[in-house]
């Protein structure tokens, strides 16, 4: 029998909508895989390569087929199969001596980023919230810029900004887009074509990145910079704006709190009732800004005996500090360069950036991001087709109530950051954590830095480590329980972002794997707690999208299970964030200056050199190459790599290092040299590549660890990390390069 079935594909590729696929099933076997029809137009023949490949993926002859229990030492590979029962009881009787003996919240659970539908991100965080357990929460990686976005426009990082971005076939409207250390070339696999259909439109698309990426090579431009210098030319191109009064001035008084006035040494908003005061020109005085008709930006002067000056002045300040000769000095862009960049983004009508993950991944990632988006707000571009910041493409936010299904009856796990985990786990604070169940992710492969002390404390801090995944990846091969999962066709789900799709078991599970939602079914009842998974997955289905949103009022999973996907909007025009012009902070403005961050020196965007790569640094001197890890197009972080199209595509991983720093140390193209420092060490070929910048050597993330000759990249990264990011600065490292003698 032949059959012709749509499902959704679901990864950590940021496509906005994610590609519906058409899959082919003779007699109970997957034959074909395809793009899937939308119900509007635009959207026709969606999907990448690794879309296609999930057919390899689901047929993998390295897929897990029965739970595996741990029977030698950890990491060394040795398993015995055994029946769900058998893993169920494991699983519960560990669980609950644990947890007597340390309390319920030392039993953690953790869900990367390996996929997005409801009942699969969200089936675990129901069972911890109803065993008192700690859920460990989005950060980590990729949450810098989002937590500085946070800071400045209220937009909660966990939905990375999407709220607050535009979408992808936005930037048709813009006359200049700045895409600003990324590289959507490579990682947007199906949404850059609009980028590509707006520069043919007579977008100007200008790409900033130290490396000549697949982008820079599209674009107008390319901007070189040092790596982890953003902060600083951000800063620069600021200080061009003001200091030539080349800004929207109405637009800043009226929705940024960069009128607003500061007690000068308490560095603290001034306030009457809690209204923030600001300086009125009628009225020659501090007024509420509710009162003030013509408030003034400039302002430094005393009052009452107090020096005061207002937010605007303190940017004026700090920004002089980069003038564009400076900024050559910091950033290595030539100061003509920085000039006319300034020019042509307040003279475009409008100019929108978009932030990538290369600005994401430093300690300071934050601020960056921050002085990226004064730009936007100074060039009045908030809230405006073509125009804005963005980190991940914007979405229309549909309020899904996860929390109904994730959090019955008010019952809610404990929280900790990826961070506060580690050192739950390594030094028992906030509260000791000695067991974890990990799914939808490999945090051991590169996710989690400085690999060997996570070797070394975290996992042997922890007493228990179960992991559900479809294969034994570099993080199941240190557990003690592994349990098999679905593939994207063997599971009943629904992904929501721009439309709403459902996600349907078109085939059996391979061998005993289960879904998710019927693995922690399973554990549920084996502790006792069965009835609160006793449903159909579509009554809970049905739960979570019965929302208030208007949008939503129709979409039932009787609807989904007939037409498949809706789109629930009344139009497919380009989401443009903050067409209202609400903004979600504690003033309700944009806020340049951030009174809560002052705790930590970071009420400003202040530019910090990089925490280790940087040529101030002491270790700069024995390792002066700037280590980046960008995506590669031909895996999801470490999703897809051990499939044989991407090992054809990729045989091997390779370090790539500019012609002249392969000369200075005598390496030849294709020689297999060392990456190293202090921390580790991986033996790897390198390839001679013109694109990268001198002082850099890149090695695309994601490659499994037995992939590398010897050792492997992760461990050369450190885990140092902000307390405003909650994200690791994978990118802020520095090695050297060696030829193995
Ligand atoms: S991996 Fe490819 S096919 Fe799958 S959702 Fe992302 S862009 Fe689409």
Redo the contacts with the bound molecule.
């Keep these: 029998m032949r059959t012709v079935e749509r499902t959704v594909?679901?990864?950590n590729?940021h496509?906005n909508p994610?590609?519906g696929?058409r899959a082919t099933v003779e007699n109970g076997r997957i034959v074909e895989i395809g793009p899937a029809d939308y119900p509007i137009e635009g959207f026709e023949n969606?999907?990448?390569?690794?879309?296609?490949a999930?057919l390899e993926q689901h047929e993998h002859p390295g897929r897990l087929t029965k739970p595996l229990k741990r029977v030698g030492a950890r990491g060394a590979g040795e398993w015995e199969e055994i029946t769900w029962t058998e893993a169920a009881r494991l699983f519960v009787t560990t669980h609950k001596r644990i947890a007597a003996a340390h309390g319920e919240r030392s039993v953690s659970f953790q869900q990367i980023s390996g996929a997005y539908g409801l009942l699969t991100r969200n089936s675990p965080v129901r069972y911890a919230s109803l065993t008192g357990a700690t859920v460990i929460r989005p950060s980590g990686i990729d949450f810098g810029v989002a937590k500085g976005l946070e800071a400045m426009f209220g937009i909660p990082a966990s939905t990375y900004f999407s709220p607050g971005g535009h979408s992808h076939d936005d930037a048709i409207n813009s006359e200049l887009t700045i895409i600003w250390g990324g590289n959507p070339a490579v990682t947007k696999?199906?949404d850059q074509v609009a980028l590509r259909r707006a520069r043919k439109a007579g977008t100007m698309l200008i790409c900033i990145d130290p490396v000549q990426s697949e982008t820079a090579k599209m674009s107008d431009e390319w901007i070189s910079l040092r790596p982890g210098s953003d902060g600083a030319l951000a800063w620069s191109l600021v200080h061009q704006l003001i200091s030539t009064d080349r800004f929207d001035v109405e637009f800043v008084s009226t929705h940024t709190n960069l009128p607003f006035l500061l007690d000068a040494e308490a560095a603290t908003v001034m306030c009457r009732d809690t209204e923030p005061l600001v300086w009125c020109a009628a009225r020659n005085t501090a007024v509420p800004v509710s009162a003030a008709s013509e408030p003034v930006l400039r302002v430094d002067r005393s009052l009452d005996g107090r020096r005061i000056v207002s937010v605007f002045s303190e940017i004026e300040r700090l920004a002089a500090q980069f003038s564009a000769d400076a900024a050559e000095q910091l950033t290595g862009v030539p100061a003509d360069v920085i000039e006319s960049l300034a020019t042509r983004y307040i003279e475009a009508d409008p100019a929108a950036i978009r932030i990538g993950y290369g600005v994401d991944r430093w300690y300071s990632a934050d601020l960056s991001a921050r002085a990226i988006a004064m730009l936007a707000c100074l060039g009045g571009y908030i809230g405006i087709p073509g125009g804005g910041v963005s980190l991940e493409g914007g979405n229309q936010s549909l309020p899904i109530k996860t929390a109904r299904f994730a959090m019955p009856g008010q019952r809610r796990p404990a929280l900790l950051s990826m961070m506060e985990a580690d050192s739950a786990v390594i030094d028992g604070t906030p509260y000791p954590v000695k067991m974890t169940c990990i799914s939808l992710g490999n945090p051991f492969n590169q996710v989690k830095p400085n690999r060997n002390r996570v070797l070394t404390e975290h996992i042997a801090g922890l007493d228990f480590i179960c992991v559900i995944d479809q294969f034994m990846t570099d993080t199941a091969k240190w557990a003690d329980l592994v349990l098999p999962s679905c593939s994207i066709f063997e599971k009943d789900d629904v992904v929501v972002d721009r439309f709403v799709q459902l996600q349907q078991r078109i085939v059996e599970p391979v061998g005993e794997a289960k879904s998710d939602f019927e693995i922690f079914r399973l554990l549920a009842e084996e502790y006792g707690i069965g009835e609160h998974f006793s449903e159909p997955p579509d009554v809970y289905l049905d739960d979570i999208l019965d929302g208030d949103s208007p949008q939503l009022v129709d979409v039932t999973m009787e609807r989904l299970r007939r037409e498949k996907v809706v789109f629930p909007w009344p139009t497919n025009d380009p989401y443009v964030g903050f067409r209202d012009r609400v903004f979600l902070t504690p003033s309700g403005r944009i806020e340049f200056f951030t009174e809560h961050l002052r705790a930590y020196g970071a009420e400003l965007p202040y530019f910090r050199e990089p925490i280790e790569a940087s040529p101030e640094h002491p270790l700069f001197e024995r390792f002066p190459l700037v280590l980046l890890s960008s995506h590669s197009r031909h895996r999801?972080h470490s999703t897809f790599a051990n499939l044989e199209m991407t090992k054809r595509s990729e045989p091997e991983p390779v370090v790539r290092v500019s012609p002249r720093d392969a000369r200075t140390r005598k390496i030849r193209d294709g020689e297999i040299v060392e990456v190293v420092n202090d921390r580790g060490r991986v033996a790897i070929r390198c390839a001679i590549d013109e694109t990268i910048r001198d002082g850099c050597v890149l090695i695309r993330e994601g490659h499994w660890i037995d992939d590398f000759i010897e050792g492997d990249p992760y461990g050369l990264t450190h885990d140092q990390h902000s307390p405003t990011t909650e994200n690791y600065a994978h990118y802020d490292v520095l090695v050297e390069l060696r030829r193995i003698p």
């Design positions: 594909c679901d990864p590729c496509a994610k590609c696929l969606r999907i990448c390569l690794l879309g296609r999930r696999r199906v999801i």
